[in-house]
């Protein structure tokens, strides 16, 4: 059974669906207990980075977190479940994250440009495409420059380049997703990216 | 690359698309779940359905939609069209919808913006701008309300600026508010996009107001929709390329089988606009 955990950081069902669609059972929950009977963890998480971790906090989710990932059991993060794993964010403000990666999360510069130098907008929203730098269980049979729905302002930025899945570029390159052992966590929405974005939401599911 | 994006739009009420779709063969064509499935299928980028349900008690019936739409499509959904309260978004939000596109209650209340993305995130709040071009009659207009874009400008001079004012009711009602400024506001006040509709074009085929296209889009750094006026593929292009749109709203184009989805990308894929082609 896939965990999906509820903090109330944005609307669960879309997640919870996209596994159903896929083909695996899942519970969406915020008790601890469910979190560690659980096969596989999902994290995911729209909004601003404080409040999230304020809500994981306030829920006693931190530890139930942690504890699931050093279990070794399949953990996925989408959006805003990327960017908590990491040390620190700077949305308004610089605040603690899961520190799970050693590095930060910083805002796309307004200064960004197109290649024919128009400026960008942000947020990053709409339908992007990936570079496979490594490619993790979740990515199977994932091609190259295949596109996901992307939505946010700020970007993961790893210490250690080693931790890199995929790429993406938005006026500069950067980190759309991280492996590191049991842990895969995208920028991009799978349960929002039609087929592409199922399709991982189902090689996800199928890791044992 | 962020490609651009192409969303129909089903305009729903009481729980039905009116008129339907026909591009395909579905079981009920009015059923916005069967039509939101028919586009997923045919990859559109987004999809975004506006309420036009006039009396109040039956607006929960879109909830229900909602929640129906996301349990059955992967794929972003906007739904727009009478929302007044953060417990509207609310609503909508947590059924299944990514955004909800604020039209007058913006205009009644600007700080509604401000409250709306604060609580839930710049992300899922498009402010909806109803535009209609601005009659050059300077003898009669009251300027005063019109700011900072008509300082620099003797009447007779601005009469030779194109300027848009903000409508509601369907294009009925002029709010005297310049509509590029309005973007400029709205922005500051922490929507996340901009759901540009030409009041002029809409419903003509004509072909989108590239003039208001480009003059929003420029104007501010969060994405803009262009909407009103597509009739043809051209329109898409040029909303892109002249109009700078981030995205293109259509609907009759696509409803009624003229074009399919996956034309529209491949033509505009050939003519070089950055656009995501299912393969």
Known sequence: MIAIIDYDMGNLRSVQKGFERAGHRCIVTRNPKDISNATHVVLPGVGAFKD????????????????????????????????????????????????????????????????????LKIPHMGWNDIKIEKRPPALTDIADGSYFYFVHSYYVVPKDDGVIATKTNYGVEFVSSIWKGNIFACQFHPEKSQKLGLKILKNFGDIS | ??????????????????????????????????????????????????????????????????????????????????????????ELLHAGADKVSINTAAIEDPEFVKRASERFGSQCIVVAIDAKKREAKWDMADTSNMGETFKYYTPSQAALVPAWDVYTHGGRKNRGIDAVLWAKKVEGLGAGEILLTSMDKDGTKEGYDLDLTFNISQTVSIPVIASGGAGQLEHLYLAFTEGKADAVLAASIFHFGEFTIPQAKRFLKEKGINIRVET
């Open chain 1, 52 to 119: 999230c971790m304020d809500n994981l906090k306030n829920y006693g989710l931190v530890e139930p977190i942690l504890n699931a990932i050093k279990s070794g059991k399949p953990f996925l993060g989408i959006c805003l479940g990327l960017q908590l794993l990491f040390s620190e964010g700077e949305e308004f403000g610089i605040h603690k994250g899961l520190d799970v990666i050693k590095g930060r999360v910083v805002r796309f510069s307004p200064e960004l440009r197109t290649p024919n130098s128009e400026l």
């Open chain 2, 1 to 90: 690359m962020l490609t651009k994006r192409i969303i129909p739009c089903l305009d729903v009420k009481d729980g039905r698309v009116v008129k339907g779709i026909s591009f395909v063969k579905l079981r009920d064509a009015g059923d916005p779940v069967e039509c939101a499935r028919a586009y997923e299928e045919q990859g559109a980028d987004e999809l975004v359905y506006l309420d036009i349900t006039a009396s109040h008690e039956k607006r929960n019936i879109m909830i229900g939609i909602v929640e129906r739409t996301a349990a059955e499509v992967s794929m972003p959904l906007t739904v727009g069209g009478g929302i007044r309260t953060l417990e509207d978004i609310k």
